[in-house]
């Protein structure tokens, strides 16, 4: 059984930085699986937040790019998403998501804060 689990959400202050997980298991080769991040804010839908393809290629929501960074460990079956120069509109659950062929996985989401 596949599971993701994300972890690394907390409160931070406007200007600062985060890095969240992904630790994925049940997963025989993590490499297969499209990879990404989303983010849901109270009262709003889910929305993308960055995407890292089976070859590595990334891709970035325009209200993260240049500030947020997405990764992954193969080996590791473990999914990255450094953040920096953080606002308070990034204040959301942040899930990671693993898909292959038409089948999506969903971690629980970790809480990230941006508050003075």
């Known amino acids: 059984q596949v599971q993701l689990v994300e972890s690394g959400g907390e409160l931070v202050q406007p200007g600062g930085s985060l890095r969240l997980f992904c630790a994925a298991s049940?997963?025989?080769?993590?490499?297969?699986?499209?990879t990404a991040w989303y983010r849901q804010a109270p009262g709003k839908q889910r929305e993308l937040v960055a995407v890292i393809t089976r070859s590595g290629s990334t891709n970035y929501a325009d209200y993260v790019k240049g500030r947020f960074t997405i990764s992954r460990d193969n080996p590791k079956k473990t999914l990255y998403l450094q953040m920096n120069s953080l606002k308070p509109e990034d204040t959301a659950v942040y899930y990671c998501?693993?898909?292959?062929?038409?089948?999506?996985?969903w971690g629980q989401g970790t809480q990230v804060t941006v508050s003075a």
């Open positions: 049940g997963i025989t080769t993590f490499s297969m699986y499209a």
């Open positions: 998501n693993a898909q292959i062929y038409s089948t999506n996985y």
